[in-house]
Every structure is written in structure tokens, then in C-alpha cells.
């Protein structure tokens, strides 16, 4: 049974970080490609914030406007643990944060949850001011 199990959420107050952690287990390699964190913020829609992208020997990375150069998200050598480590927070970036993970598309770089056949259950964020 596929299982992506994400932990590392917590409440912060402003400012300060978090390193979120996704462990992928009985996923095929391929379905690793690309993996990304998305988050749903209190009445939003999921939307993806960050994702890499590990096809070939070097991994490409995409970022959110509203999380770059705060955010970095990275992988363990095997593509066995997903992180998203978390810098300079602020209370928007409250939210449950989801990782997935599946083969690229061509679009890989957008984000789209429609992309994204495995996801984990959620971890809360939670940044007070």
C-alpha cells in the first residue's frame, strides 16, 4: 500500500521555522519524479508551493511567489524522504500542508493538484503574529 506520511507541523510565532518531512514508502521509483508540497489555508483551495522535480541527475525546483526564498524543499538521495524546510514564517502560511507525489507532466513547474495521484494526509501549520 502506498503511504507518504508527512510530519514536522507544530505552531510557531512569527519569524521563526519549521522543517516539514515526507517519508514515501511501496511507491514506484518513476512515481517519485516529482514530488511537491502543496497547503490549503483556513477557506482556500490547495494550492502547490513548492516541488522538485528528480528526473535526470540533477533535481530541478519550483517555487510559489509568495514562498520563495523563505521555503526550500528537498529529498534524501533515494527519493524515500520528502522536505520542506520553512524559514521566516508568517501567519498567511498557516495551513495543512499536504506532500505528493507522482510521474512529471510537461507542466510540472505549476503545481496542479490535478497532477498528483498520491498524497499524504497532512500535517498543520500553524504561524501566530
Known amino acids: 500500500q502506498v503511504q507518504l506520511v508527512e510530519s514536522g507541523g507544530g505552531s510557531v510565532q512569527a519569524g521563526g521555522s519549521l522543517r516539514l518531512s515526507c517519508v514515501v514508502s511501496?511507491?514506484?521509483?518513476?512515481?517519485?519524479?516529482?514530488m511537491s508540497w502543496f497547503r490549503q489555508g483556513p477557506g482556500k483551495e490547495r494550492e502547490g508551493i513548492a516541488v522538485i522535480n528528480s528526473v535526470g541527475s540533477v533535481g530541478s525546483t519550483g517555487y510559489t511567489d509568495g514562498v520563495k526564498g523563505r521555503f526550500t524543499i528537498s529529498q534524501d538521495n533515494f527519493k524515500n524522504i520528502l522536505y520542506l524546510q520553512m524559514n521566516s514564517l508568517k501567519p498567511e502560511d498557516t495551513g495543512m500542508y499536504y506532500c505528493?507525489?507522482?510521474?512529471?507532466?510537461?507542466?510540472?513547474?505549476?503545481?496542479?493538484?490535478?497532477?498528483?495521484?498520491?498524497w499524504g494526509q497532512g500535517t498543520q501549520v500553524t504561524v501566530s503574529s
Open positions: 511501496h511507491l514506484t521509483y518513476s512515481r517519485r519524479d516529482c
Open positions: 505528493a507525489a507522482d510521474s512529471c507532466r510537461v507542466n510540472w513547474f505549476q503545481m496542479l493538484a490535478a497532477d498528483y495521484r498520491y
